[in-house]
């Protein structure tokens, strides 16, 4: 990747299991996106989802052990990517699932939600599952600047009286 510093935007979090977690992540993926000023639009949900999976995925072999939920995003490139790290050396790996089965479709989720942009890596510690979403294409900042003051400049202007008494 090839960024410059006001494209490349990049956080991390260590995680634990706990009731809610997953819903927590997910809310502050998306307050940290709309912080960096990405206009997710219909992806999201889909941003939302992949947290989801990759997370419920990560907390399910790390057995109790925290993880690490990393957020790097792009404006040049349109995408962000999840970077989830836990203590388990199982990596996850698509597999036919039964018609009726009731777990094991999260990866196929990611595949898709992805275009098979995943992968999974061993670490020292355990693996590092990597997931990259492209986002919708997003006016410049210098455009967005640029709206801004034409708004600014469109909006009524309060009349100041001044009384003498």
Same mark, same amino acid.
């Given at each position: 990747?090839?960024?410059?510093?006001?494209?490349?935007?990049?956080?991390?979090?260590?995680?634990?299991?706990?009731?809610?977690?997953?819903?927590?992540?997910?809310?502050?993926?998306?307050?940290?996106?709309?912080?960096?000023?990405?206009?997710?639009?219909?992806?999201?949900?889909?941003?939302? @989802?992949?947290?989801?999976?990759?997370?419920?995925? $990560?907390? =399910?072999?790390?057995?109790?052990?925290?993880? !690490? #939920?990393? /957020?790097?995003?792009?404006?040049?490139?349109?995408?962000?990517?999840?970077?989830?790290?836990?203590?388990?050396?199982?990596?996850?790996?698509?597999?036919?699932?039964?018609?009726?089965?009731?777990?094991?479709?999260?990866?196929?989720?990611?595949?898709? @939600?992805?275009?098979?942009?995943?992968?999974?890596? $061993?670490? =020292?510690?355990?693996?590092?599952?990597?997931? !990259? #979403?492209? /986002?919708?294409?997003?006016?410049?900042?210098?455009?967005?600047?640029?709206?801004?003051?034409?708004?600014?400049?469109?909006?009524?202007?309060?009349?100041?009286?001044?009384?003498?008494?």
């Amino acid at each position: 990747m090839n960024h410059d510093a006001d494209d490349a935007f990049g956080a991390a979090w260590p995680l634990t299991a706990f009731d809610g977690a997953v819903g927590f992540a997910r809310r502050l993926v998306l307050a940290t996106l709309r912080v960096w000023g990405f206009e997710l639009g219909d992806r999201a949900d889909d941003v939302a @989802l992949l947290v989801s999976e990759l997370l419920t995925n $990560a907390f =399910a072999y790390s057995d109790g052990r925290p993880v !690490t #939920l990393g /957020l790097y995003a792009s404006r040049s490139e349109h995408s962000l990517t999840l970077d989830v790290l836990d203590a388990s050396s199982d990596h996850p790996e698509l597999r036919s699932v039964d018609h009726d089965a009731e777990h094991g479709r999260g990866l196929f989720i990611v595949d898709h @939600l992805t275009a098979g942009q995943w992968t999974s890596q $061993a670490t =020292a510690h355990g693996k590092r599952v990597l997931a !990259t #979403l492209s /986002l919708p294409t997003q006016p410049s900042a210098v455009a967005g600047q640029q709206i801004h003051q034409l708004i600014r400049a469109a909006r009524p202007r309060p009349r100041v009286f001044s009384f003498a008494i």
